[in-house]
């Protein structure tokens, strides 16, 4: 398995030195939108510290982004009225892998609405409000 890349996106979006749109952070973890959302909502939640998947993450790593994951979910599916959440990890460029620091994707879904394709970028203002809505929904 390669070494982890400093510069990947991620990294950098940790770093500051790309702007993101901030849902919620703590000591060890960092949730923000994706700017090709795939549903309505659709945002990322990663580690602070570096791991490129679910096959180098430690135990600690898991266990501070699943309560993140959590929280985010159920704040996601409150503010958009989802009737579930669909939640993404892909490890490795063979396991559909593109962002090599790990990150798990929560998407609110509701009953019959497909996910859009990936790779086209969203409107920038809607992502923001959208960051906004899930943000004020996390207790
Ligand atoms: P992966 O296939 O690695 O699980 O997904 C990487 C995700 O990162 C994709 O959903 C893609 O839209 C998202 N992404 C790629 N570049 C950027 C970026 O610069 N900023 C943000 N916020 N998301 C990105």
């Given at each position: 398995?390669?070494a982890?890349?400093?510069d990947?996106?991620?990294?950098?979006?940790?770093?500051g030195?790309?702007?993101?749109f901030?849902?919620?952070?703590?000591?060890?973890?960092?949730c923000?939108?994706?700017?090709?959302?795939?549903t309505?909502?659709?945002?990322?939640v990663?580690?602070?510290?570096p791991?490129?998947n679910?096959?180098d993450a430690?135990?600690?790593?898991l266990?501070?982004?699943?309560?993140?994951?959590?929280?985010v979910a159920n704040a996601?599916?409150?503010?958009?009225?989802?009737?579930g959440?669909?939640?993404?990890?892909?490890?490795?460029a063979?396991?559909?892998?593109?962002?090599f620091?790990?990150?798990?994707?929560?998407?609110?879904r509701?009953?019959?609405?497909?996910m859009?394709?990936?790779?086209?970028?969203?409107?920038?203002?809607?992502?923001?409000?959208h960051a906004?809505?899930?943000?004020a929904a996390?207790?």
């Amino acid at each position: 398995m390669p070494a982890y890349d400093d510069d990947n996106i991620f990294a950098k979006i940790l770093r500051g030195e790309i702007p993101s749109f901030k849902v919620y952070e703590d000591d060890d973890t960092f949730c923000f939108m994706d700017i090709m959302p795939r549903t309505d909502g659709h945002c990322l939640v990663i580690p602070k510290t570096p791991c490129r998947n679910i096959l180098d993450a430690t135990p600690a790593q898991l266990a501070a982004c699943m309560a993140t994951v959590s929280k985010v979910a159920n704040a996601a599916k409150a503010a958009f009225g989802a009737d579930g959440i669909t939640l993404q990890q892909f490890s490795e460029a063979a396991g559909g892998q593109e962002v090599f620091h790990l990150h798990f994707h929560i998407h609110p879904r509701h009953e019959g609405v497909p996910m859009r394709a990936p790779g086209t970028m969203g409107d920038m203002d809607t992502i923001k409000d959208h960051a906004a809505q899930i943000a004020a929904a996390i207790s």
